[in-house]
């Protein structure tokens, strides 16, 4: 059974070709560049050389693709973007305009400007990449993730929006394994996710798929190191380049969780807001207020007392080394910066169920 799995952040794009036949660890791993990234780089060598943008494709990440846009369009420089691309930056096509964006259409690209496709999933690219070390591109599955703030109501907050879905997956089953969605389960305001999910249905229509958003995808993860996996009550704290998210188990079950964004935060703020989502006190309000998104506490969130282990995963983990948290920097198969896709490999498992046996045992060893 080979599964590749893309795990699509906002620094960097972590893959994994997971082959059941033989140790995990030996299975091929790629930590690129995400997709956002490079595209702000392209972006900013647009404005460097003082050559307008046009802007292809279709929604993928924001964040620092966003960013140089701006800085490109301030600089004076001209920004123009089909409809489809222009959602990476707001679902609202005014919006964007409002920013300084011509939308246009694909066959309107001025000869002058910089072409710049904006997708999150490039099968070529990493088919190409397998292919110059000899690895088969072949797949029996895909296993993919990314997070997704969906598409929000007009004067909506897209913070809050985003953690009414956590809150709401969380509500109908409280596991979390049920982020784990088919293709023709994901619901229509997750633009980002069903964007993604299209391009491998392009690309790969052959392949079945299943998708998971990245922060309940990292806290899977971590679960398959032994010492965190081996304790019923604990907290998993991912804390990746733009997002933080916590998540307080009881094996796979959510007590609570709360998410943020990493660097709003200081150290202080992490380990206060972990201590209090422990012990229940840590209200929705603070953290939507700071900045964040929100808590939330299942109906059966009691712990009875007991202390979890915090489990740290995600690549700005070092925020809280020397913490008071007493953190265990959790590394599933020796690599904590393939959790993401580990948890993405399990979401497959429990969503094509003939198969868990044989995902299980390799991922068991």
């Known amino acids: 059974m080979r599964i590749l799995a893309v795990d699509m952040g906002t620094g960097t794009q972590d893959i994994l070709v997971f082959d059941s036949s033989g140790p995990v660890e030996n299975s091929v791993k790629l930590v690129m560049p995400s997709a956002t ?23 993928q990440g924001g964040g620092p693709c966003h960013w140089a846009l701006n800085d490109h ?37 001025p000869d002058s400007a910089a072409r710049i496709v904006l997708r ?109 996996g081996g304790e019923e009550e604990r907290l998993v704290l991912n804390l990746g380049n733009m997002h933080a998210l916590a998540f307080h188990l009881n094996g796979t079950r959510i007590r609570s969780l709360y998410e943020h964004h990493t660097g709003e935060m200081t150290t202080e703020q ?19 207020d700071s900045k964040g998104h929100g808590v939330f506490y299942a109906a059966d969130g009691s712990t009875n007392g007991a202390t979890p282990l915090v489990a740290v995963t995600g690549p700005q983990r070092g925020r809280l080394r020397g913490s008071r948290l007493r953190p265990y920097f959790a590394t599933p198969h020796g690599d904590m910066m393939i959790s993401g896709c580990f948890g993405l490999v399990l979401g497959y498992a429990a969503r094509y169920t003939e198969h868990a046996e044989e995902i299980e045992r390799a991922l068991a060893g």
Do not use: W
């Not at 809150?167 to 619901?187: G, H, M």
């Open 37 to 59: 990234s490079i595209a702000a780089g392209r972006i900013r060598q647009a404005t460097e050389a003082g050559r307008p943008v046009f802007l292809t494709g279709d929604i």
């Open 73 to 109: 369009i301030k600089a004076g420089a001209e920004a123009y973007a089909t409809a489809g691309a222009a959602r990476t930056f707001d679902d609202d096509l005014e919006r964007v305009t409002a920013m300084g964006v011509r939308i246009i259409g694909e066959g309107e690209q």
């Open 120 to 228: 999150d999933l490039d099968l070529a690219a990493i088919r190409s990449a397998l292919a110059a070390f000899d690895v088969s591109d072949e797949f029996d599955g895909l296993a993919l993730g990314c997070l997704d703030h969906g598409d929000s109501p007009p004067n909506y907050s897209d913070r809050l929006f985003r953690f009414d879905h956590l809150r709401r997956v969380v509500a109908e089953r409280n596991d979390l394994t049920a982020f784990a969605y088919l293709p023709d389960e994901l619901p229509d305001y997750l633009t980002r996710a069903r964007t993604m999910l299209a391009g491998a249905a392009e690309e790969a229509p052959e392949v079945s798929t299943v998708f998971l958003d990245t922060g309940p995808a990292a806290a899977l993860g971590a679960l398959q190191d032994p010492t965190v």
């Open 270 to 288: 992490i380990e206060d807001f972990t201590e209090r989502l422990v012990s229940g006190t840590l209200a929705h309000e603070e953290v939507f």
